[in-house]
């Protein structure tokens, strides 16, 4: 019976061992970058090496260390070559605008006050009963005011051609 036993257990080892599944078959994008390796690895180019340049019976040519002129002039041209790449130059010319824009908006604003500060001398110069105070302080004033108006006016149109020239 124990010989049964043992042939039995010897039947069941056999079966419970799996055998591995087959392997899934190649694309052909897989099989041609396998070849295209083994081509690669098996190049017959053969790397040149300083003894092979010895016995190479063409002249070496061989260039001399650069003169203090010449670093001179190549370090003055490397200077004026512009190395800002394209984002820079496009942020550089964006922030401009805005300044500029800024520039313009304070100026327009300083306009804006400057006619209303007019328009109150004005009007207090009219409101007035004492004919010296009109002639005295209050056309001193509206005649100061009116020189800053036209300051302002000048450096608003200034502004607004500098925005132009960058739009």
């Known amino acids: 019976m124990s010989f049964v036993i043992a042939l ?34 098996a190049s017959k180019k053969k790397p040149i090496t300083n003894a092979d340049l010895k016995k190479a019976k063409s002249k070496l040519l061989t260039f001399e260390p650069a003169t203090a002129t010449d670093t001179t002039t190549s370090t003055s041209t490397a200077a004026a070559t512009d190395t800002k790449g394209p984002y820079a130059k496009e942020d550089e010319r964006y922030r401009a605008r805005k300044e500029a824009e800024g520039r313009v908006n304070a100026a327009a604003a300083k306009v804006g006050d400057l006619e209303k500060e007019l328009d109150r001398v004005e009007q207090s110069y009219y409101n007035t009963n004492d ?16 020189k800053q108006l036209e300051d302002a006016r000048k450096e608003l149109a200034d502004a607004r051609d500098a925005l132009a020239a960058l739009k």
């Open 8 to 41: 039995l257990l010897l039947l069941a080892q056999e079966t419970t061992t799996t055998i591995a599944p087959p392997k899934p078959p190649q694309s052909d994008l897989v099989r041609a970058a396998h070849a295209a390796k083994a081509k690669k690895i």
């Open 131 to 146: 004919p010296t105070e009109r002639d005295t302080v209050i056309a001193k004033r509206f005649a100061q005011t009116k």
